[in-house]
């Protein structure tokens, strides 16, 4: 990432140790403060990070729970939100609702820019590969449209859903 700071992103926690992996020198310590700095390919040096782990004695832990409990201890937290039954209807009703009323292993999502994206980034599971579109740190509004239709078009066997707000239309 370049770690480029934008109105469209969250920043980073200032507390955050931030490490950088870019294929372009010219992106490193943009925006933030880095400890670690490397040019490269991603997947070269992120494989060559675990085979470095691997072969230290490192403490024994188990990401896929850790994630999984984090994850658990958020969803608690929203799922007011996510079954609300108020009106007008949450969007996060919405993307709670959709995730139980199509197989997500055969469904491409993808969305608009602004809040559409900020409300299913968190919450929408993916549960195969290419099962959501996403996409750099912002685009004009429309952009989901265009990239549904060309999901459906690669893959006529999927259903392409695509979330848009109002300003999209």
Same mark, same amino acid.
């Given at each position: &990432?370049?770690?480029?700071?934008?109105?469209?992103?969250?920043?980073?926690?200032?507390?955050? &140790?931030? =490490?950088?992996? $870019?294929?372009?020198?010219?992106?490193?310590?943009?925006?933030?403060?880095?400890?670690?700095?490397?040019?490269?390919?991603?997947?070269?040096?992120?494989? !060559?990070?675990? #085979?470095?782990?691997? &072969?230290?004695?490192?403490?024994?832990?188990d990401p896929a729970? #850790?994630?999984?409990?984090?994850?658990? =201890?958020?969803?608690?937290?929203?799922?007011?939100?996510?079954?609300?039954?108020? %009106?007008?209807?949450?969007?996060?009703?919405?993307?709670?609702?959709?995730?139980?009323?199509?197989?997500?292993?055969?469904?491409?999502?993808?969305?608009?820019?602004?809040?559409?994206?900020? !409300?299913? $980034?968190?919450?929408?599971?993916?549960?195969?590969?290419? =099962?959501?579109? %996403?996409?750099?740190?912002?685009?004009?509004? =429309?952009?989901?449209?265009?990239? &549904?239709? %060309?999901?459906?078009?690669?893959?006529?066997?999927?259903?392409?859903?695509?979330?848009?707000?109002?300003?999209?239309?």
């Amino acid at each position: &990432t370049s770690f480029t700071r934008s109105l469209y992103i969250t920043a980073l926690p200032a507390s955050a &140790t931030l =490490g950088q992996i $870019v294929n372009d020198p010219r992106d490193l310590g943009t925006g933030y403060d880095i400890v670690f700095g490397c040019v490269g390919d991603a997947r070269v040096v992120l494989r !060559q990070m675990l #085979e470095r782990l691997d &072969t230290e004695a490192a403490p024994s832990r188990d990401p896929a729970a #850790e994630i999984a409990r984090v994850r658990s =201890g958020f969803l608690d937290r929203w799922m007011p939100r996510l079954t609300s039954d108020a %009106g007008p209807i949450s969007p996060y009703r919405v993307v709670w609702d959709l995730m139980a009323a199509v197989d997500r292993s055969r469904t491409v999502l993808t969305h608009d820019a602004g809040h559409p994206r900020d !409300q299913i $980034v968190p919450f929408y599971e993916c549960l195969v590969p290419r =099962g959501y579109m %996403g996409w750099g740190k912002s685009t004009q509004l =429309g952009t989901g449209l265009g990239l &549904t239709m %060309g999901a459906r078009l690669a893959r006529p066997d999927r259903l392409a859903v695509n979330i848009m707000g109002d300003a999209a239309f």
